[in-house]
């Protein structure tokens, strides 16, 4: 089953609103999360990593005001996408490692679009 | 500067029809390439992992390999429900860790 959840799955929004984006892991703990941001029939490409208390690192290109990265709980880490723009648009996953597993497990995926 | 690429983008096969996925590497020394099948709207979901040339794995209708520069994903008599797309993704050595870089994926389609 699921290792790692993510809410909402789907959400529409009005240009220059906020979004939050949840990222859960379960009967785990996660000290570490990553984001990704995948735009259609395009490669997954990293935007943060997520520390759970400590400040997120971005991935060069990546505006850290725009993308707020909060990971205040092991098992809880949470994307702000502040002042959406249609640009925005795009499927967002996270992802975190598991200890002793050779791999990281993906979330299911939120879609963003902003009108 | 590493990079990760994926051919074909796309392929249409019919079922049965056996066929091979490449993804081919350039790192400054391989940590893991692992291979994740995404079907649409849904996150990757893990098949293999491999670490040394030579190396091999399979599951069920899949069997991936490894070389110093490529890795093949062979899908022997595929179903349509082995339609999805395929991501490779490798973790150099030079990373942090658990930091992978993706290919672009291959799209399979399977037809009955």
């Known amino acids: 089953g699921a290792v790692v959840s993510q809410h909402p799955s789907r959400v529409i929004c009005k240009s220059g609103t906020s979004v939050k984006i949840e990222c859960r892991s379960l009967d785990f703990q996660a000290t570490t999360m990553f984001w990704y941001r995948q735009f259609p029939k395009q490669s997954l490409m990293l935007m943060a990593t997520?520390?759970?208390?400590?400040?997120?690192?971005?991935e060069q290109g990546v505006e850290k005001d725009k993308f707020l990265i909060n990971h205040a709980s092991l098992t809880l880490s949470t994307l702000t996408v502040t002042s959406a723009h249609p640009e925005d648009s795009s499927f967002y996953i996270c992802?975190?490692?598991?200890?002793?597993?050779?791999?990281?497990?993906f979330g299911p995926g939120t879609r963003l679009l902003v009108l | 500067e590493d990079q990760v690429t994926q051919s074909p983008e796309a392929l249409r096969l019919q079922e049965g029809e056996s066929s091979s996925l490449n993804c081919s590497y350039t790192v400054s020394g391989l940590r893991g390439l692992f291979w994740y099948r995404q079907d649409p709207g849904k996150g990757p979901e893990f098949l293999f992992t491999l670490y040394s040339a030579g190396e091999e794995k399979e599951k069920e209708r899949l069997k991936a390999t490894l070389t110093k520069k490529e890795s093949f994903l062979h899908i022997t008599a595929p179903k349509p429900e082995d339609s999805a797309t395929y991501l490779c993704?490798?973790?150099?050595?030079?990373?942090?860790?658990?930091?992978?870089?993706f290919g672009t994926g291959t799209r399979l389609k399977v037809l009955a």
């Open positions: 992802s975190s490692p598991l200890a002793g597993v050779e791999t990281q497990y």
């Open positions: 993704a490798v973790q150099p050595v030079t990373s942090g860790t658990y930091k992978y870089i």
């Open positions: 997520s520390n759970e208390g400590s400040k997120a690192t971005y």
